[in-house]
């Protein structure tokens, strides 16, 4: 199980919850969790509409809300518009979730993961509007977003919706410079807009404690005593205007393990920022497919298959060797149509700039991770 909620509210902090579905929720886990988690000092918890299949929000409210002043801890959850078929479902998506937290009102209400065409939802069923709106009327405190796509996108919905009190980016070590995260380039853009910044995989899904053994020797030699985890968090927390950092903990050992980094946090020197470095430019020289997400290929696939995510997912393999969080994020970003429906048509191969052999690459993705 993945805690479906979870994070701190001291000036940085440790918990989220992205859970896609899966076992059910251990409610009783849970609690303990929260319970050492506000007994460590801190108290902000995220969760989402539909993480864990709409159960993550009911969950929260048995294990926080139910059981701790309101006033003691600040919630955050997501309003995915994507995933409403008209502007009343969505805007009722708030209603529900207010009703499933008994929380009263969020302290940081998000529109969930925009980027590419998951964007357009949002303007076409008026939310940004709404939601402020709704902070007007005291049930938000914060209004924000969440987005997966590059500093261009990001700048693009900063300017037209300067309304916003802050901004969910994925940032962590090992995506600083890559070309289709932009880690690096899209907190520049936030900061540059005078936002403050909320960290998500902070440690790549967990695949930065699944080092390849040449990286987890650079961070073992540097500090032999210090989790790898310690490492990815103190990364994030270390940037200027960074509010809080969401880090997802299955268990109470790794919930402790990140309390105990947070709690005495102290930022990376000058010495242990060049170390991590060395790990960054370790994992960049694996042999990895180029893609840049530019996504021609998926213009003209007949089949619809998602091939950025195919390659991304062989990726994941090439660099840290962590086959679960290739085959997550492969079945979540695949969907319906996976690598193995592609027909050998080669209509991606001759729009990809990086002239990728994107045929031999999907049944390399299929023969993996289906």
């Known amino acids: 199980m ?13 918990g989220e919850a992205a859970d896609r579905g899966g076992e059910p929720i251990d409610v009783e886990q849970v609690c303990a969790m929260v319970d050492e ?8 918890f995220d969760t989402a509409f539909t993480y864990h299949d709409g159960a993550s929000e009911p969950a929260i409210k048995r294990a926080l809300v139910d059981r701790y002043p309101r006033e003691s ?10 995933a409403a078929k008209s502007a009343a479902e969505a805007r009722g998506m708030l209603d529900i979730s207010l009703a499933r937290t008994g929380a009263g009102y969020f302290d940081y209400y998000l529109l969930h993961n925009l980027g590419g065409e998951l964007s357009q939802p949002f ?15 005291g049930l938000i405190r914060h209004a924000g977003f969440s987005i997966h796509d590059n500093a261009a996108a990001l700048d693009a919905l900063l300017t037209a919706h300067p309304e916003v009190d802050f901004v969910q980016l994925q940032i962590n070590y090992a995506d600083w410079e ?42 073992t030699e540097a500090n032999p005593s210090a989790p790898l985890a310690s490492w990815a968090l103190r990364f994030a927390a270390s940037l200027p205007g960074v509010l809080t950092v969401l880090s997802g903990m299955s268990n109470i050992e790794q919930m402790r393990e990140n309390v105990g980094v947070m709690r005495d946090f102290k930022p990376l020197t000058a010495e242990e920022a060049a170390v991590v470095e060395r790990v960054r ?23 619809h298959i998602g091939i ?27 969907g319906s149509h996976p690598a193995s429906s592609c027909i050998g048509c080669g209509a991606c191969e001759r729009v990809c700039p990086q002239h990728i052999a994107i045929t031999s690459e999907l049944a390399r993705a299929a023969e993996l991770f289906e």
């Open 2 to 14: 993945r805690l479906p909620v979870c994070a701190s509210g001291s000036a940085r902090n440790i």
């Open 37 to 44: 988690f506000m007994g460590a000092g801190f108290s902000y």
């Open 73 to 82: 801890f600040q919630l955050a959850t997501k309003l995915p518009a994507w």
């Open 123 to 137: 303007e076409d069923y008026g939310l940004w509007e709404f939601v402020q709106q709704k902070k007007a009327e």
């Open 178 to 219: 890559n070309p289709k995260v932009e880690s690096r380039k899209c907190y520049e853009v936030a900061r540059a807009h005078g936002l403050p910044v909320i960290v998500m995989e902070p440690v790549k899904g967990g695949s930065l404690v699944k080092l390849p053994p040449a990286a987890r020797a650079v961070l």
């Open 281 to 303: 430019g370790i994992l960049d020289e694996a042999p990895t497919v180029p893609c840049t997400d530019c996504r021609y290929c998926v213009k003209g696939c007949p089949q």
């Open 308 to 334: 950025p995510a195919a390659l991304e997912s062989l990726n994941i393999m090439a660099q840290f060797g962590d086959e679960r969080r290739a085959k997550e994020n492969y079945a979540w970003s695949t």
